[in-house]
């Protein structure tokens, strides 16, 4: 028997509602995302300063930005099982994830106070890594539990933009109020070293306190879902699904997730599209390098870096609000899908093109359009996982999703560190389109039968 037979009720006459204060639950869930954004964006392109601080390698370094990937293989099977049987919801996910990115920000804030507290600052980024987890499961759980079909959409691609609001302000701040210096013991660079060290603290302190009033509001104001649901699809769903642990309906809920080929291909799509930036994250001061002495920019390797992931994240805000909008009137999320992929590979082409021309303008163009595009790839990629997996419940879906493309960051990181060390800077700009045409390949594949936006219609033409 299919597992998602038990979860409809047979009532249709379920009262629904909007209630107003879904905008500001969303606005903090936004402010969330913003900081997660900031967390992950604001180490490589400053490398080299984390490397004259801290005495250590820049693989080392890059373990500051992907260390957050780890956090799937710990706490993906508890919360999935927790989800299973209605433990964990709405208001625990939020909690979780605000505590662990205020956490996240005091470890940063603390390893700058002594050059030998590297490790800090990689245990705070384990921590951003479960806010991560969560934070990429939330958009769908939160848009379908408190908004109306016409605008999950939108509601999606509002807290995608501020993931990448919050990484082009992350990938922008640190790169302008840091100096250049050179990793010697002369006293002129380590006093250049001592003022980047309270930049850095007072940076991630500001953001800390933000982080930390979120948390506290959150805290008292979050429900888990509204006293009655927006729409006839989440009314249907019956609430007799079992209260406490049971493991045959956790592997038969598992099962029909993981078994499901258009969840499994769109979460592929989606994590190629979000996580393959992880080889610009943790290399773009090395690999502009060939650029900006060609050049002869006004600009070190690390400012050049960041404006160029700060072009990226902004047209990531640009992409992911647009594609939001237009599909809360058009929902065919297939074809989004496949046109966003193909935009993307031309575009990721149009990369490679700039560097090998060494026009650090067109990269920065070729880049911001990138970032739209492939950005815009995941407002339907999250539509069509909820929609393919209706009526399982959507933290159990979403947790099950973030933990199959959140570590596609380590491996993109670690080919392109080795790609880079063996074979130079060109090979990491090629390795992006060729898995963006890889990526495209995969979404002709993807069905979408949007089976809760089908309840919603039939309840329309019944009325």
Known sequence: MDVSEPLISKKEDQEVKIYKR?????????????????????????SNFYVAFFGVAYWEVDWATTAHFVAPFVVTLPLAALASCRQIKLRVITNITASCLTVGYACFTASLVHRSLFAVLVIGQAFVGVASLLLQALPPIFAVLWFPESEVSTSLGIQLFAVFGGMSVGAAVPVT??????????????????????KLMTMYGSVLAVAAVVNVILTICVTNEPPKPPTKAQALKDGNKPTKFDLHHFWNLTKSVLTNKSFLLSTLVYGMSLEIISAQYVLISQILKPITDAENLPLTNDQA??????ANAVGGCVGAFTIGRLLQN???????????????????????????KSSYIFMCICNFLLGASSRAVMVPAY????????????TFVGIWMSCLQTPLGIVFAVIARTLFQSLGSLSVIIFMPVNYAITMGISFFITSTNKRLQVAEDSISMH
């Open 22 to 46: 879904r905008w500001l639950f969303l606005t903090a869930q936004a402010l969330l995302q913003f900081c997660n954004g900031f967390a992950f964006s604001s180490f490589g392109e400053i």
């Open 330 to 356: 058009h929902k065919n999320y297939r074809i989004a899908m496949i046109v966003g992929c193909l935009v993307t590979f031309i575009f990721s082409c149009g990369m490679t093109v700039a560097w090998l």
């Open 177 to 198: 109020i840091i100096k250049k210096f050179t990793n010697t013991s002369h006293s002129k660079s380590q006093k250049l070293l001592r003022n980047d060290q309270i």
């Open 383 to 394: 539509e069509v996982v909820t929609q393919e997996t209706y009526p399982i419940d959507e």
């Open 305 to 310: 870096g960041g404006y160029l992931l700060t």
